[in-house]
């Protein structure tokens, strides 16, 4: 599942996808309520720009990002973990904006 971020837009994206023969379910831009994982990338976004601000490397960013993967609460994970709510939700919502 993907939106039309640039980084799932690319050529390079889009000849990969080709080339392993997988297919793309579509995905409205911005609707972080039917896909979960994205509050968890927005969570470390925010902890990296916090936490490891300046850094100057792959291999920097790299390990800063896998220190927080290893530290998000359980909690964040247990919210990741109810889509079937979360579609409700948007159904009953007729797809207008959730509580997620």
Known sequence: MQDNARSHTANITRQ??????????GHP???????????VWDMMGRRLRRE???LQTLAALERALQRIWRTIPMA??????NMAERLRAVIRARGGNTRY
């Not at 964040?76 to 973990?81: D, E, G, L, Y």
Request: charge should be negative; charged fraction near 15%.
């Open 76 to 81: 964040a994970i247990r919210r990741c973990n």
């Open 29 to 39: 831009a911005m609707s972080p309520d039917l896909n979960p994982i994205e509050h």
């Open 52 to 54: 490891y601000p300046g």
């Open 16 to 25: 990969f996808l080709a080339d392993n023969q997988i297919t793309v379910l």
